[in-house]
């Protein structure tokens, strides 16, 4: 059984997707920044909430839980993959990149942003740290 350290822990790699050990050993290969580990964390509040709704359990935003990724079964992995095969997340320089892969990609002349954030002062943040680096890609 192999095993990755996430922030110190070990996480068991048994019994995932071809897919998903290809992510824990690209994840084994670049380290990341504290400021893009906390925007995953902060992700989770808007996984949670997709999750809620496609299981028709819509509600409010929940807080972030740096262990929902854990908890999470194969069906329900692969829904939130999808959902989020368009997201930019993390730090400013991980968002520039994202944001310009994404523009590259599409040919897009104008980007729509959200954030599902629980915490508003951290959403705000967000979208500054967001525009900050779109400003940096054009």
Excluded at 62 to 84: C, G, I, K, M, Y
Excluded at 105 to 122: S, Y
């Amino acid at each position: 059984v192999a095993a990755v350290k996430a922030g110190g822990k070990q996480r068991p790699t048994r019994g995932l997707t071809a897919r998903e050990r290809a992510l824990v050993k690209e994840f084994e290969r670049r380290e990341l920044s504290p400021a893009d580990a906390e925007a995953r964390r902060l992700q989770t509040s808007s996984l949670q909430s997709i999750l809620q709704l496609r299981r028709g359990r819509p509600g409010p935003l929940p807080p972030p839980d740096e262990h929902f990724l854990d908890t999470l079964d194969p069906a329900a992995r692969a829904v939130l993959d999808d959902f989020s095969a368009c997201a930019v997340i993390g730090a400013r320089e991980s968002v520039r990149q994202g944001l310009s892969r994404f523009v590259e990609r599409t040919g897009a002349d104008e980007l729509i942003i959200t954030t599902h954030v629980f915490d508003h002062g951290a959403r705000l943040r967000s979208l500054e740290l967001t525009a900050q680096a779109a400003e940096l890609c054009g």
